[in-house]
């Protein structure tokens, strides 16, 4: 069953073309991993399937569940099941964590048990604390990722949700992510540049973005990532254009 489809999707923001494009299908419980350079397209992506209004769409359309949400609110699509870790999570002065999450959670799951599990120091005083205010980089990405757990979503897409983390700190998200949404069979769009939660997080399929543009896809995700790797990405638009040529 298919959780998530784009067609054709076209985005731009403020007048400059992002997207030119993007064809794309999620299955329920599929981990799709999205790899590309900087300013590849795949963050702006990532806030046009979640409805951020300043990303216009100026062509194709979105499908949640069969359900046409192209001019859906972004509110709208988070109650139906969709959810989004930012690569910069912001903070929220005057808010504290214990309140946002009390706010948001879904009461099936334990949120004490989840700080306990992952030994995050000091993790009662930062229930204290406003959110992400005075966070470390590491701290800013594990409590990001807890409220996601919190929200219980269908389909969540994580962007960058690795970038700046030591490996401590990678391993206690992969644990995360891995018990929370992959035994749950939730569908993952995972977005990544650095490509190392690859390690850890076993994707369905790959794909790569480049320029606004999906240019390769494969279920043989080592392979792929091992010739990144090796040659950067640079490999995949010269592999791109010579199977345009055959």
């Known amino acids: 069953m298919k959780i998530l489809k784009i067609e054709n999707l076209h985005v731009s923001i403020d007048s400059k073309k992002i997207l030119k494009g993007i064809n794309l299908e999620v299955k329920k419980g599929e981990i799709v991993a999205l790899l590309g350079p900087n300013a590849s397209g ?39 099941g969709i959810a989004l870790s930012f690569q910069h999570p912001p903070s929220l002065k005057n808010v504290k964590l214990k309140d946002l999450l009390e706010k948001i959670s879904n009461k099936k799951i334990n949120l004490e048990k989840i700080f306990e599990e992952i030994g995050l120091e000091n993790w009662e005083k930062l229930l204290e604390r406003n959110v992400n205010v005075g966070f470390s980089g590491g701290e800013r990405k594990i409590v990001e990722l807890i409220q996601l757990i ?7 897409i994580l962007d960058e949700i690795d970038s700046g983390l030591d490996i401590q700190k990678l391993k206690i998200i992969s644990s995360l992510i891995k018990k929370y949404f992959v035994k749950k069979k939730i569908s993952i769009i995972l977005i990544t540049h650095r490509g190392l939660i690859l390690n ?5 399929r790959l794909m790569v973005m480049i320029e606004g543009k999906i240019i390769c896809e494969t279920k043989n995700w080592k392979k792929a990532w091992r010739v990144i790797r090796k040659y950067g990405y640079e490999k995949c638009k010269k592999c791109k254009l010579s199977s345009n040529r055959s």
């Open 42 to 80: 795949k963050t702006t992506l990532a806030y046009t399937i979640m409805g951020i209004p300043s990303y216009k769409i100026e062509k194709g359309k979105f499908f949640f569940e069969n359900k046409d949400i192209t001019k859906l609110e972004i509110w709208k699509r988070a109650k139906l």
């Open 150 to 156: 919190a929200l219980n979503p269908k389909l969540v």
């Open 200 to 204: 850890y997080i076993n994707p369905s």
